[in-house]
């Protein structure tokens, strides 16, 4: 006999449509040398933060360690062995001598990576590929085009490199990892403006949307034949970190929910600058967003 717990679990399960892979994290904000917050972190957690704010449901794969230390809407997979990914990440003006660049971000530690056999054999309408720590391999990735109408990725979780001695993050040229080969079966790849210089946008537009974001200024659509410039919102910025993946969640709940490519970048321009006003992980006003998305949809 089937339960009515069973069966609820059931019909959620196939009403979510949405598969979010990547590792949470835990966040160590340093600014000054000194510790400026602890939150939860991981593409993965403010995308499906995002989700949750806009009553979309998906299913999230995610590897944690036994000190992993939050309650989270979607359970990950324990690896007794292992620790939580963590990441040190570095605000200073001028850090290094470098105006440009605002966040030095090393890895400290690392989960395991998710494997294809750690995705479910179900099928998916979308699937987003949103590792930060290296745990997202290239036949994860397939296996995620493999069972995903269409598959969204974002560029950190295919181009991060991490220095030996102290995990410093660096990226490297798209071209040169294991996942250009699968660029023609990917829907959507998500870049920053400083990541979007480590792929050449002109030949990868032929194959997917690229979308870049560019912080205060919003963010710019490309496809084969056209591009879009998209006006940001205006914000107190207090912590850039998860900017671009509250962006990113709020683009794919749009597009989930019927919008046009547009208006979906318009609600990842939204969630992002909600991201930016808060430290760590964003809280939302529902009755707020939803009187925007009513008078602006
Ligand atoms: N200061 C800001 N004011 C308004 N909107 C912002 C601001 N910073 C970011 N955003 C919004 O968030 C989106 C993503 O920001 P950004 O381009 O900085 O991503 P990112 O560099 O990937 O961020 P992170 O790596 O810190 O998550 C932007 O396209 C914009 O819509
Ligand atoms: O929690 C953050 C966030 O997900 C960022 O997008 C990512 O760049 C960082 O590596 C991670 O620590």
């Known amino acids: 006999m089937v339960t009515t717990a069973e069966s609820a679990a059931h019909k959620s399960q196939q009403q979510s449509r949405v598969l979010i892979v990547g590792n949470y994290c835990h966040d160590v904000l340093i600014q000054n040398n000194a510790v400026k917050a602890v939150s939860l972190g991981g593409a993965a957690s403010f995308i499906s933060n995002v989700f949750n704010g806009l009553s979309v449901s998906c299913n999230l794969v995610s590897k944690v360690g036994e000190d992993f230390k939050y309650t989270v ?28 660049q605002d966040r030095i971000l090393k890895r400290v ?11 479910p054999d179900t099928r998916f309408k979308y699937g987003m590929g949103v590792g930060v720590g290296g745990e997202i391999l290239p036949e994860t990735l397939e296996r995620m085009i493999e069972i995903c109408d269409v598959v969204f990725a974002d560029i950190q979780a295919l181009i991060r490199v991490f220095d030996s001695v102290d995990g410093t993050v660096k990226l490297v040229k798209l071209e040169e990892t294991g996942f ?9 790849l998500k870049a920053s ?13 032929k194959w997917c949307c690229v979308v870049v974001t560019n912080g205060k200024h919003g963010c710019k659509v490309y ?21 671009g993946d509250s962006f990113f969640g709020g683009f794919v709940a749009g597009l989930v929910q019927g919008l046009a490519v547009p208006d979906a970048a318009l609600l990842g321009n939204l969630f992002g600058s909600l991201s930016v006003e808060q430290v760590g992980l964003p809280k939302f006003d ?12």
């Open 73 to 100: 809407s979607y359970t990950p997979i324990v690896i007794p062995t292992l620790k939580t990914t963590v990441f040190h990440s570095y605000f200073d003006p001028g850090l290094h001598g470098n105006d440009h």
């Open 223 to 243: 496809w084969k034949d056209g591009e879009l410039g998209i006006s940001p919102f205006l914000a107190n910025q207090d912590d850039p970190t998860g900017a």
């Open 109 to 119: 530690c690392a989960c395991d990576p998710i494997r294809p056999s750690d995705l």
């Open 193 to 205: 403006s400083e990541e979007a210089v480590f792929m050449d946008v002109e030949e990868v537009r």
């Open 286 to 297: 529902t009755r707020l967003l939803q009187a925007w998305l009513v008078s602006t949809f």
């Open 180 to 188: 250009y080969p699968l660029l023609p079966r990917i829907g959507v």
